[in-house]
Structures are given as structure tokens and as C-alpha cells.
């Protein structure tokens, strides 16, 4: 391949994992793949079948007890709890879903691609090492970040800009120094953790930072925690790849959360991450997807974040003042953080 190009991952397998009305629904992906070939952008990116994640690779994140739990659980199509829903095909959907997150990172690593998006589910960042919850059963993003590691990456920073923290993701890696784990997230909101007090364990003290925003915030409070807290501490941090937890369901109107984020937001911040990417680790990003449930926001979020990655300029935006709760908190978490990180 003479140039590099943005690969996204997918298949149709994954509208297998059948949750009939649920929020977390194949609709989901439906509404991107059609937005995609919509704008014509289907055409530029570089389609990447994933592969299925191994039971061992699974088991970088999670115990062998819960992965034959989910098995037997899909088999019998008995639900992990009452929003976490298994049938007939969950499972072997889940391991697409982990080695679609597997394969957005070998399309960085293997230099077929500069950046990458899987676009996968169900979704993964609230699956804790023996339990599923909150739509997801493996964690995606996480069993991605050890496979980066096994393949010789040893910094990986974890970029989570779902609307609800991703407690699953924060307990894999709160004593590890090697993953910098970064959240925006509502709170309070599902699942109830992510404050800022939250910050590892052990050697992994200072490698967790939560940037827990209240209900309201805008594209303006989102964009300020990335440039003032992410950037700085990630330049420090100096990752070898960058995943990105790609939840859009900070978007206004999304319908299971109360932020006031835009399309447009999306965009910038993937614009910032791109950017800061480029100045750490050559550009590595793979985005993988959580969150989102509005199809029509979703879609255009997602498709957003692929044209920057392929290099559009986000819109040109007027630097606002992010308000002033949202100003208190961000003060709040840099005093916290700076024991740890040289934050202004």
C-alpha cells in the first residue's frame, strides 16, 4: 500500500448479537455502514475484516469462569442482567466484537493503516473482569491495549469520551503504570463511578484520570478537559498507540444521557487526539465503538471522527469559555492530577 490510508472495521456478523428493541440494537451499526456509503465515504476507507479474539486472548481481561459463564449464558440465551442481553449468537458475536478491537490495532501495527475504527459490537468498556454489564460483555478496548502490548507497544493511553465511565476499562488497568486510562464522563450518571479521587492504585497511581462533567456540558467543557488535562499529560506520558473508546451518546439529544455535546464537538475532539498522536506515537489510533444510541447523531458523529481521521479539518470553531460548573470541576481535577502530571 503506497499510501496509508483509514481502516475501518467490520462485518455483518455482528447484527447477529440480537437484542430486538433494546437501545444497544444492530440498528446501530445499520444507520453508520448506510451513512457511510451515503456520503461517499465507504469508497475512501479501507474495509478490514476482524477476526475472532481466541478464548486466551479474552482472557488478558477477564477470568476463564466468566468466559464459559457467557457461553453457557448465550447458549441457553439467558441474559447477563436485565440490560445486558445474550441469544443464541452472543458469544461468538463478543469474540468478533474483541477481535475486531484486535484487528483495528494489527492494521496500525502491520502498516496497513495510519488509523483505524472498529466498528464492532456489543459494546465493551463497562465488562468488568468477571462480569458483563451495561449493554457489554467483553472489554473490547482492553483486550485491545494488552494485544498492543503483547505486540511489543508498552505505553498504551486509553482515551474514553463515552458518556458514561467505563468502570471496566479503569479496574483492568488501575495498578498498571503501562496504560494511562483518560474518561470524560456525566456525573453522576451509570454506572456511578469515575470521580475524580479515582485515580490508580499502587505503581498505577496517577495512571487513572477521570473527568467527571456535569449534566449540561457542551462541546465547549469537552474540548477544554482534552486540551488542558489530556494533552498535557499524554505529551508526558508518551503512549506507543492511542485507543479510543468511541461512545457518542454525550451527544445532545441522545436520549440515555443528559450532555449537550454536537456533532461537530466529535469531530474536534478527534481532531485533538489525531493531533497529539502525531506528536507521540507517529499517528497510531484506533478508535473502537461503545456508545450512542440516537441513529442519526451516531452515524454522523462516527463519520465525523473517520473524515478527520483521514485528515479533514474539523470546522472552524469560536475557543469559548467552558461554563462556569464545568470550570470549577476542571480546576478541581488538575489540582488533583498535577501530584501526578504537570498540569497548568
Not at 163 to 179: K, L
Request: net charge negative; with cysteine.
Amino acid at each position: 500500500m503506497s499510501q496509508k490510508t483509514t481502516g475501518i472495521i467490520y462485518h455483518p456478523d455482528y447484527l447477529k448479537h440480537e437484542t430486538g428493541s433494546h437501545p444497544e440494537r444492530k440498528e446501530r451499526l445499520v444507520s453508520i455502514i448506510a451513512h457511510l456509503k451515503e456520503t461517499g465515504l465507504m469508497e475512501q476507507l479501507d474495509l478490514i475484516n476482524p477476526r475472532y479474539a481466541e478464548p486466551g486472548e479474552i482472557e488478558y481481561i477477564h477470568t476463564p469462569k466468566y468466559i464459559k459463564k457467557v457461553k453457557k449464558y448465550s447458549e441457553l440465551e439467558i441474559s447477563l442482567d436485565f440490560e445486558t442481553i445474550l441469544g443464541k449468537d452472543s458469544y461468538s458475536v463478543a469474540l468478533l466484537a474483541a477481535g475486531g478491537a484486535i484487528t483495528a490495532v494489527d492494521a496500525i501495527l502491520d502498516d496497513k493503516a495510519e488509523n483505524s475504527f472498529a466498528l464492532v459490537r456489543p459494546p465493551g468498556h463497562h465488562a468488568e473482569s468477571d462480569r458483563g454489564m451495561g449493554f457489554c460483555i467483553f472489554n473490547n478496548v482492553a483486550i485491545a491495549a494488552r494485544h498492543a502490548q503483547k505486540k511489543g507497544k508498552e505505553r498504551v493511553l486509553i482515551v474514553d469520551w463515552d458518556v458514561h465511565h467505563g468502570n471496566g476499562t479503569q479496574e483492568a488497568f488501575y495498578d498498571d503504570p503501562t496504560v494511562l486510562y483518560f474518561s470524560t464522563h456525566q456525573y453522576p450518571h451509570y454506572p456511578g463511578t469515575g470521580w475524580v479521587d479515582e485515580v490508580g492504585t499502587g505503581k498505577g497511581t496517577g495512571y487513572n484520570i477521570n473527568v467527571p462533567l456535569p449534566a449540561g456540558t457542551d462541546d465547549d467543557g469537552f474540548i477544554a478537559a482534552f486540551k488542558e488535562i489530556l494533552v498535557p499529560t499524554a505529551l508526558e506520558f508518551r503512549p506507543d498507540i492511542v485507543l479510543v473508546s468511541a461512545g457518542q451518546d454525550a451527544n445532545a439529544n441522545d436520549g440515555l444521557a443528559q450532555m449537550r455535546m454536537s456533532v461537530g464537538g466529535f469531530a474536534a475532539l478527534a481532531s485533538i487526539v489525531r493531533t497529539m498522536a502525531k506528536e507521540t506515537c507517529g499517528g497510531k489510533v484506533a478508535a473502537v465503538l461503545e456508545g450512542g444510541y440516537d441513529l442519526d447523531l451516531l452515524a454522523r458523529s462516527v463519520v465525523a471522527v473517520l473524515g478527520v481521521f483521514m485528515g479533514k479539518e474539523p470546522g472552524k470553531r469560536e475557543a469559548a469559555e467552558p461554563g462556569a460548573k464545568v470550570r470549577e470541576r476542571l480546576e478541581q481535577i488538575k489540582k488533583v492530577q498535577s501530584k501526578y502530571w504537570h498540569l497548568s
